[in-house]
């Protein structure tokens, strides 16, 4: 559970840190921004027999979320909600390996842009065109698969290697 | 123990869904307002977490700008070379700066005004995060009402204008950027090149190309490519004379009434990590 929560955190974290100070003139610093957080929750999915410890740490990183980064209320917690229902009838018929766990942090970071989008149109009185969400989207494909990859090895790694059974 | 099912009719289904729908945009209509101030225990939390991030980030950040440091050092001869002439204007610029603040403000005296939207201090804060549900055109910074900011002050960077703050807690304030399509508070700017001043609406910014489009020019006017552009100070919420970019192209709209000006703005959007906040100065009695 400890390492779960402290990759969590160390995501967490990465939202903030990367979404600002990756700034490096060579490469554009958007190709980095992708929602660490959201990725985190698809590959922990995996470690837990039991939901109910896992929606706790949903709820938890939603509602941080909402308050450190996005200065809302619930409005990420529903969303991380929702990612959680697809990811979990997903789960049902699509095997965990390496490449499925990157469609489907891919697929988690595309709902939850979307619904952003249909949301602040929906909501707000600005212009959010479907031109940026686009270019968000695809600029967060390339780090959202080495993020991915990165962490489904790592955890896999260090999580089997220490505890060899899921989160009851 | 058997579970119960319960059984919902289709029409009930439909109705409980639309219910939901009202509820969740209703509640997020409020939620998603850039403006919204945070409660006591929401600023409580984001003042923790961000005090935890920058000593988090500290090491990342001196190792950025260490990076950063050396690549400035590379350029600094070709620098030193293009602002040798703009030095040597210096005290003379220094001479007439202070000439016209003295008849500035004995303008001021003799006509009793003893405040004027322009008259501020610097507070330099460094940028937190960039805020995500709004697609990163929020910045958070590291100064907040215990600082003395407060919403709708103007924020700068070295360049030029960034945005102004909408909503702080105590340690920490939200910038929304110039970049963000606001379709109420549009800022006024003022065209100018040596001859000409013209006044127009920034619309919105493009993504692809990075310009600021500038709009509510009649297509009479003449305006030429480099011209530079800066707040207005008309709207009341930006001082005059802030430095925002540019003018790169220059179309007309379908109509051809109006010009739509293309913008290239002098602050680079995807790398701010330092900035100042324009503090308005006390009023004098």
Request: no cysteine.
């Given at each position: 559970?400890?390492?779960?929560?402290?990759?969590?955190?160390?995501?967490f974290l990465l939202d903030g840190l990367l979404s600002n100070y990756m700034s490096i003139?060579?490469?554009d610093p958007s190709y980095f921004r992708t929602i660490y957080s959201i990725i985190s929750?698809?590959?922990?999915?995996?470690?837990?027999?039991?939901?109910?410890?896992?929606?706790?740490?949903?709820?938890?990183?939603?509602?941080?979320?909402?308050?450190?980064?996005?200065?809302?209320?619930?409005?990420?917690?529903?969303?991380?909600?929702?990612?959680?229902?697809?990811?979990?009838?997903?789960?049902?018929?699509?095997?965990?390996?390496?490449?499925?766990?990157?469609?489907?942090?891919?697929?988690?970071?595309?709902?939850?842009?979307?619904?952003?989008?249909?949301?602040?149109?929906?909501?707000?009185?600005?212009?959010?065109?479907?031109?940026?969400?686009?270019?968000?989207?695809?600029?967060?494909?390339?780090?959202?698969?080495?993020?991915?990859?990165?962490?489904?090895?790592?955890?896999?790694?260090?999580?089997?290697?220490?505890?060899?059974?899921?989160?009851? | 123990?058997?579970?119960?099912?319960?059984?919902?009719?289709?029409?009930?289904?439909?109705?409980?869904?639309?219910?939901?729908?009202?509820?969740?945009?209703?509640?997020?209509?409020?939620?998603?307002?850039?403006?919204?101030?945070?409660?006591?225990?929401?600023?409580?939390?984001?003042?923790?977490?961000?005090?935890?991030?920058?000593?988090?980030?500290?090491?990342?950040?001196?190792?950025?700008?260490?990076?950063?440091?050396?690549?400035?050092?590379?350029?600094?001869?070709?620098?030193?070379?293009?602002?040798?002439?703009?030095?040597?204007?210096?005290?003379?610029?220094?001479?007439?700066?202070?000439?016209?603040?003295?008849?500035?403000?004995?303008?001021?005296?003799?006509?009793?005004?003893?405040?004027?939207?322009?008259?501020?201090?610097?507070?330099?804060?460094?940028?937190?995060?960039?805020?995500?549900?709004?697609?990163?055109?929020?910045?958070?910074?590291?100064?907040?009402?215990?600082?003395?900011?407060?919403?709708?002050?103007?924020?700068?960077?070295?360049?030029?204008?960034?945005?102004?703050?909408?909503?702080?807690?105590?340690?920490?304030?939200?910038?929304?950027?110039?970049?963000?399509?606001?379709?109420?508070?549009?800022?006024?700017?003022?065209?100018?090149?040596?001859?000409?001043?013209?006044?127009?609406?920034?619309?919105?910014?493009?993504?692809?190309?990075?310009?600021?489009?500038?709009?509510?020019?009649?297509?009479?006017?003449?305006?030429?490519?480099?011209?530079?552009?800066?707040?207005?100070?008309?709207?009341?919420?930006?001082?005059?004379?802030?430095?925002?970019?540019?003018?790169?192209?220059?179309?007309?709209?379908?109509?051809?009434?109006?010009?739509?000006?293309?913008?290239?703005?002098?602050?680079?959007?995807?790398?701010?990590?330092?900035?100042?906040?324009?503090?308005?100065?006390?009023?004098?009695?």
């Amino acid at each position: 559970m400890i390492v779960i929560i402290i990759y969590t955190i160390i995501s967490f974290l990465l939202d903030g840190l990367l979404s600002n100070y990756m700034s490096i003139n060579i490469i554009d610093p958007s190709y980095f921004r992708t929602i660490y957080s959201i990725i985190s929750l698809v590959i922990i999915y995996n470690y837990f027999d039991n939901n109910t410890k896992y929606l706790k740490i949903l709820l938890v990183l939603g509602m941080f979320f909402d308050i450190v980064y996005t200065n809302t209320f619930l409005l990420n917690v529903v969303i991380f909600l929702i990612i959680y229902l697809i990811i979990k009838k997903i789960n049902i018929f699509i095997p965990n390996n390496i490449f499925t766990i990157n469609l489907k942090s891919i697929l988690s970071i595309t709902i939850y842009h979307i619904l952003s989008y249909l949301i602040l149109l929906l909501s707000n009185y600005h212009n959010y065109s479907i031109r940026l969400l686009t270019l968000i989207l695809s600029r967060s494909i390339i780090v959202t698969i080495i993020y991915t990859t990165i962490s489904y090895l790592l955890l896999k790694k260090i999580y089997f290697k220490i505890y060899d059974k899921k989160i009851k | 123990m058997k579970k119960k099912n319960i059984n919902i009719k289709p029409k009930y289904t439909i109705l409980i869904i639309i219910f939901s729908i009202i509820v969740i945009v209703t509640v997020f209509s409020h939620t998603l307002k850039e403006d919204r101030q945070l409660n006591k225990f929401e600023s409580f939390i984001k003042d923790t977490v961000t005090s935890v991030e920058k000593i988090v980030f500290y090491p990342f950040k001196f190792v950025i700008n260490k990076v950063d440091d050396y690549k400035e050092l590379n350029n600094i001869r070709k620098k030193y070379q293009s602002l040798l002439p703009e030095v040597e204007r210096i005290d003379s610029l220094n001479a007439e700066n202070i000439e016209l603040r003295k008849q500035l403000k004995a303008l001021k005296e003799e006509l009793n005004i003893t405040y004027t939207i322009n008259d501020y201090e610097y507070l330099n804060a460094t940028v937190i995060n960039r805020n995500i549900a709004h697609w990163y055109n929020t910045i958070t910074i590291d100064k907040g009402s215990y600082n003395g900011v407060e919403p709708d002050m103007v924020v700068v960077n070295s360049s030029g204008l960034i945005g102004r703050v909408v909503s702080t807690t105590t340690f920490t304030s939200d910038v929304r950027l110039i970049t963000t399509s606001d379709t109420i508070n549009k800022i006024s700017v003022t065209i100018s090149d040596n001859n000409t001043s013209v006044n127009g609406l920034i619309k919105n910014y493009n993504y692809n190309t990075k310009y600021l489009e500038v709009e509510g020019i009649s297509n009479t006017e003449k305006i030429t490519e480099g011209a530079y552009v800066y707040t207005s100070g008309l709207g009341g919420i930006f001082p005059s004379g802030i430095l925002i970019g540019t003018v790169k192209n220059i179309t007309t709209d379908e109509y051809d009434l109006a010009k739509i000006i293309d913008v290239s703005p002098v602050a680079n959007f995807d790398d701010i990590n330092y900035v100042a906040v324009l503090k308005r100065k006390e009023i004098e009695k």
